[in-house]
């Protein structure tokens, strides 16, 4: 599965994207953010306050109770400005 | 950003006829830019370039069955100064994906005639604008409002983050995003 990162989550973790193999277990968004809140210190930098991370799947905006399943690309970014 | 509305606060006004959505047509890219897709012309872009808009405003009107035209532009402001330029990230292809699914929604909660929503991404210096929303109706309220809802939801739905650079050579920090346009855009489920 491939993982997009944008703004500040992006920088923080210091990479754009990467593809990652889920564990079992890693379900729905809520466990992915959990799942790499734990891979290190750049991913607990990034996702200190998973509740305010925006997630989309393959372009779609989705809640954290998605599940992951059929996933392309999830794209993992903070609360928008533009406008 | 400096926020030139050409149009009135609608927030006690809304359109009598505004109807519960809970889907847009798909987006397909053959959509884009206006000439295929089902309902009314739209012109969605996602940029570098400066905007013309009075070129962007001209095109929607004039056919005869217009009789309204309400643009908003959003500018960058130079914050009394301090700031160099604004930087606008962006997610390629989910950016017009969701103007797009925006602006089906307009399109299908007001009877308008057609719509622009082009925003711009990179480096944009004070006075350059970021964001031009167009909406063209027969009458003025389908026109202001469909042109407020789709700017609401530009900057709660689309994804674009800003990041300030400052005239003293550093680069501040990404904008925070505010309450006040979670709570704009709420107001229209509320109808």
């Known amino acids: ?83 | 950003m400096a926020e030139t509305r050409n149009s009135a606060d609608l927030s006690a006004t809304m359109y009598d006829g505004a109807r519960e959505t809970g889907h847009s047509t798909g987006a397909s890219a053959s959509m884009k830019d206006g000439s295929l897709g089902p309902g009314i012309p739209l012109d969605i872009r996602v940029q570098a370039e400066r905007i013309d808009v009075g070129a962007v405003a001209s095109r929607l009107a004039g056919s005869g069955a217009v009789g309204a035209l309400v643009t908003f532009t959003g500018y960058c402001r130079d914050e009394g100064g301090r700031l160099k330029a604004l930087e606008l990230e962006h997610y390629p292809g989910m950016a017009e994906r969701q103007i797009e699914k925006i602006a089906r929604e307009a399109e299908e909660r007001w009877p308008i005639l057609g719509c622009a929503a082009i925003h711009r991404y990179g480096l944009i210096a004070p006075g350059d604008e970021i964001v031009l929303v167009a909406c063209s109706s027969a009458h003025r309220s389908a026109a202001f409002e469909a042109a407020s809802f789709l700017m609401d939801f530009m900057k709660t739905s689309a994804p674009f983050w800003k990041r300030e650079h400052l005239v003293d050579g550093t680069t501040g920090g990404w904008v925070e995003s505010k309450d006040t346009d979670d709570a704009a855009a709420d107001r229209w489920h509320r109808l």
């Open chain 1, 1 to 83: 599965m491939k993982l997009a990162y944008f703004a500040w989550v992006r920088e923080r973790i210091g990479i754009a994207e990467e593809e990652v193999a889920l564990p079992a277990g890693v379900v729905t968004v809520g466990d992915l953010l959990l799942w790499l809140k734990g891979r290190g210190e750049t991913y607990d930098a990034a996702l200190q306050a998973p509740e305010i991370i925006r997630v989309a799947i393959d372009h779609e905006h989705v809640d954290h109770s998605e599940p992951l399943a059929g996933a392309r690309e999830v794209a993992i970014f903070p609360p928008m400005t533009g406008g």
